[in-house]
């Protein structure tokens, strides 16, 4: 099993920026879809971007602000965010090991990391 450990959230201002990290351990292949989700306050958890191979996926709210990137020599996947709303204060999970091909889909998932809180104030 993949072990996610996420990092680089905080607080910050609308309309600034924050670069979260997922550093993760165990096998992967780069054609393995890894995602970010997120959980706003008495919300379900919901897609946020994935990735497989050279194929990027977003959720609409954050397509043109948000990119998601891996980086297989430092094991690390990252979602670089700017633009930020307060709409966007969520804690936000790294996803691994999709069973198959719905990346936007929190089950389809078998490993998750603890989170890592972001806050936009207004």
């Known amino acids: 099993q993949v072990q996610l450990v996420e990092s680089g959230g905080g607080l910050v201002q609308a309309g600034g920026s924050l670069r979260l990290s997922c550093a993760y351990s165990?096998?992967?292949?780069?054609?393995?879809?890894m995602g970010w989700f997120r959980q706003g306050p008495g919300k379900q958890r919901e897609f946020v971007a994935a990735l497989s191979g050279g194929y990027l996926y977003y959720a609409t709210s954050v397509k043109d602000r948000f990119t998601i990137s891996r980086d297989n020599a430092k094991s690390t996947l990252y979602l670089q965010m700017n633009s930020l709303k307060p709409e966007d204060t969520a804690v936000y999970y790294c996803?691994?090991?999709?069973?198959?091909?719905?990346?936007?889909?929190?089950?389809?998932?078998?490993?998750w990391g603890q989170g890592t809180r972001v806050t936009v104030s207004s």
């Open positions: 165990g096998r992967t292949f780069n054609s393995d879809y």
């Open positions: 996803a691994a090991e999709a069973r198959g091909s719905y990346y936007a889909v929190a089950d389809e998932y078998t490993s």
